[in-house]
């Protein structure tokens, strides 16, 4: 008689029979930047997780190094005062985000570096993109992207992130990057980028909602596929070198398909709602928060994610060592 239950008896045979293994060399840990010293400012829709000043972000990279976490996605918190409509600051060689970017390579060489890219946390509306009488405008928002982009690899960012959902940005800025001589700088596009509510507590961690309107014509509609393996192919053809799916959770059957047409690798952006969903209920003692994760984190992996870019980043890599 056929018995599936013969390779699920001890606990040996099922790590034997493990199809799915998540390895911290694979995941994320994203970070919020602050300008100044000595400042670590926990965010309250993200139990767990503080805007840093450079000296903590350092700290917290060298106790994530530790635990073999050695990739980070990284933030800017910029104060009100310094938007603007163009995101000037953004690639001002006294921003303090670019500063801290060359500061952790030179602390930690073997990190890999992520940055973001879009305008968002340094426009004054609010918008990942430029905004003339209401609108997004697409085409303009090109250079200052460009812009942004050549000033994080000239500060030593290893990757550059595109979050903007803007047409043809990543082909605008990989020729730009080439032209300048940085052919090493890596593009993580978010190909798939979703118009989601799961994105709320990252817009309190900083301050970037949108003023007016919401993002639903650049970041695209929860109820599409197609549209998914369209934006997948377009990053694909202008020289992505990773595409990302996000959120994750919501949205494992396009990850899944991403993986099924591409070559590229697959990250996952385990979003910032997931997070704290989870935390949120943990808290009120309702699921075991450690057991609860692997899951989530295990299911994004057996979706077919390569790479996961989760809060628990360190949490998890801890628990790896300890229980799981
Ligand atoms: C913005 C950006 C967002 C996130 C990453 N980059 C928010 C948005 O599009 O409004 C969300 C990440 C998260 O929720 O964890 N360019």
Same mark, same amino acid.
């Given at each position: 008689?056929?018995?599936?239950?013969?390779?699920?008896?001890?606990?040996?045979?099922?790590?034997?029979?493990?199809?799915?293994?998540?390895?911290?060399?694979?995941?994320?840990?994203?970070?919020?930047?602050?300008?100044?010293?000595?400042?670590?400012?926990?965010?309250?829709?993200?139990?767990g997780?503080?805007?840093?000043?450079?000296d903590?972000?350092?700290?917290?990279?060298?106790?994530?190094?530790?635990?073999?976490?050695?990739?980070?996605? %990284?933030?800017?918190?910029?104060?009100?005062?310094?938007?603007?409509?163009?995101?000037?600051?953004?690639?001002?060689?006294?921003?303090?985000?670019?500063?801290?970017?060359?500061?952790?390579?030179k602390?930690?060489?073997?990190?890999?570096?992520?940055?973001?890219?879009? %305008?968002?946390?340094?426009?004054?509306?609010?918008?990942?993109?430029?905004?003339?009488?209401?609108?997004?405008?697409?085409?303009?928002? +090109?250079?200052?992207?460009?812009?942004?982009?050549?000033a994080?690899?000239?500060?030593?960012?290893?990757?550059?992130?595109?979050?903007?959902?803007?047409?043809?940005?990543?082909?605008?800025?990989?020729?730009?990057?080439?032209?300048?001589?940085?052919?090493?700088?890596?593009?993580?596009?978010?190909?798939?980028?979703?118009?989601?509510?799961f994105?709320?507590?990252?817009?309190?961690?900083?301050?970037?909602?949108?003023?007016?309107?919401?993002?639903?014509?650049?970041?695209?509609?929860?109820?599409?596929? %197609?549209?998914?393996?369209?934006?997948?192919?377009?990053?694909?053809?202008?020289?992505?070198?990773f +595409?990302?799916?996000?959120?994750?959770? !919501?949205? +494992?059957?396009?990850?899944?398909?991403?993986?099924?047409?591409?070559?590229?690798?697959?990250?996952?952006?385990?979003?910032?709602?997931?997070?704290?969903?989870?935390?949120?209920?943990?808290?009120?003692g309702?699921?075991?928060?450690?057991?609860?994760?692997?899951?989530?984190?295990?299911?994004?992996?057996? !979706?077919?994610?390569?790479?996961?870019?989760?809060?628990?980043?360190?949490?998890?890599?801890?628990?790896?060592?300890?229980?799981?």
């Amino acid at each position: 008689m056929q018995r599936p239950r013969r390779n699920r008896k001890s606990e040996s045979i099922r790590g034997l029979v493990s199809e799915t293994h998540i390895i911290p060399q694979q995941l994320i840990q994203p970070l919020f930047l602050l300008d100044g010293l000595n400042k670590n400012i926990p965010i309250k829709s993200l139990p767990g997780i503080a805007q840093l000043s450079i000296d903590n972000a350092l700290k917290t990279i060298e106790n994530c190094m530790k635990l073999q976490v050695n990739s980070f996605i %990284l933030f800017p918190v910029v104060e009100d005062r310094l938007k603007d409509k163009e995101a000037t600051y953004s690639y001002n060689p006294n921003n303090f985000y670019l500063k801290a970017i060359n500061t952790i390579k030179k602390e930690f060489p073997g990190s890999c570096l992520v940055s973001d890219v879009a %305008l968002d946390p340094y426009s004054s509306d609010g918008h990942d993109g430029l905004v003339e009488n209401g609108k997004i405008i697409n085409d303009k928002t +090109l250079p200052i992207l460009a812009k942004m982009s050549l000033a994080q690899a000239e500060a030593g960012i290893d990757i550059v992130g595109p979050s903007d959902m803007m047409d043809g940005r990543v082909g605008y800025i990989r020729q730009e990057l080439d032209k300048n001589g940085f052919h090493e700088t890596s593009i993580m596009s978010y190909t798939a980028k979703y118009a989601s509510a799961f994105y709320g507590p990252f817009r309190d961690a900083l301050a970037s909602a949108p003023k007016s309107g919401d993002k639903k014509t650049y970041q695209m509609n929860p109820a599409n596929k %197609l549209e998914a393996l369209r934006e997948a192919k377009l990053d694909m053809e202008e020289g992505a070198d990773f +595409l990302m799916v996000k959120p994750a959770l !919501a949205y +494992l059957d396009i990850i899944h398909i991403l993986k099924e047409i591409s070559h590229l690798p697959i990250v996952a952006y385990n979003v910032s709602g997931e997070y704290a969903m989870l935390k949120a209920a943990a808290n009120n003692g309702w699921l075991d928060y450690e057991k609860a994760l692997n899951e989530v984190l295990i299911s994004i992996k057996r !979706a077919g994610a390569d790479i996961i870019i989760t809060y628990a980043a360190e949490e998890y890599a801890k628990f790896l060592r300890t229980s799981l």
